[in-house]
C-alpha cells in the first residue's frame, strides 16, 4: 500500500501546467542545406565564377601532370661518386603455389637480378638545368639510346618531345630514396647481382 501512495505522490508532483505564453513563438524554419548550395552554385555559375575556378582547377591539374613536383633533397653533382645496390630481400613468410606447395622457405634471401636482370641503365637528371640535359643527351649517345632517362625535376613532356623518346619522372623520389641517390645526374647500371650508382658531375 505504502507504495501505491508513493507512486500516487510522484505522479502529482510531475503533472504538466500550462505556465501561459511568455513572448511570441515563431515557427521554426531553418532553410535546407541543399537549397543554400544549389543557391551559390546558382549566383557562382551567373557571376562567371564557377567557370574560373573550373578553369583554374583544370590548369593545376594539367601543370602538375605535365611538370611534377621536383626532389627538393637532391641537389647537383659537383663530386663524382660511385656506390652499390643490393636488391637482395629476405623473404620473411612462406611463399606458396596454388596447390600449396612450399616454393620458397621463410627466411630465405632471394635478388631480383638472379630472375630478371637490369635491361637498360637508368639515368637520372633533373631538366630544369641545361646542363645536365646536354650531358643526359651525351650519356645516351655513349649507349646508343639504350637507356631509360628519369628526371627528378622539369618537364618530362617537354623533353620527351625534344627527344621523340620516352621520357620518365620519379615520383616523389621513390626511386632515387630506394637507391639511395643524393646527387643528379646519377647513372645505375647492373654489376653482378648488384645495382652500380654513379653520380656523374657536369
Request: hydrophobic share 45%; aromatic share 4%; no cysteine.
Amino acid at each position: 500500500m505504502a507504495l501505491v501512495a508513493i507512486a500516487m505522490l510522484l505522479s502529482l508532483a510531475v503533472r504538466a501546467h500550462d505556465l501561459g505564453v511568455i513572448g511570441p513563438v515563431y515557427p521554426i524554419a531553418e532553410p535546407s542545406l541543399l537549397e543554400v548550395i544549389l543557391a551559390r552554385l546558382r549566383d557562382a555559375e551567373a557571376s562567371g565564377v564557377l567557370a574560373r575556378l573550373q578553369r583554374d582547377a583544370q590548369a593545376r591539374a594539367k601543370h602538375q601532370i605535365e611538370q611534377p613536383a621536383a626532389i627538393v633533397k637532391l641537389t647537383k653533382t659537383t663530386k663524382a661518386r660511385s656506390f652499390y645496390y643490393d636488391p637482395s630481400i629476405v623473404v620473411p613468410y612462406a611463399i606458396l603455389d596454388a596447390d600449396g606447395k612450399l616454393l620458397v622457405p621463410p627466411g630465405t634471401t632471394v635478388n631480383p637480378l638472379d630472375t630478371v636482370s637490369l635491361s637498360q641503365a637508368l639515368l637520372f637528371i633533373d631538366a630544369r638545368d641545361t646542363a645536365q640535359v646536354k650531358r643526359a643527351s651525351g650519356i645516351l649517345d655513349e649507349h646508343g639510346g639504350k637507356l631509360k632517362v628519369i628526371l627528378t625535376g622539369g618537364s618530362y613532356l617537354d623533353l620527351m618531345r625534344r627527344w621523340k623518346r620516352p621520357v620518365f619522372f620519379d615520383q616523389q623520389g621513390t626511386l632515387t630514396e630506394k637507391l639511395g641517390i643524393r646527387h643528379v645526374p646519377a647513372l645505375v647500371t647492373q654489376d653482378g647481382k648488384r645495382l652500380k650508382i654513379e653520380e656523374i658531375p657536369g
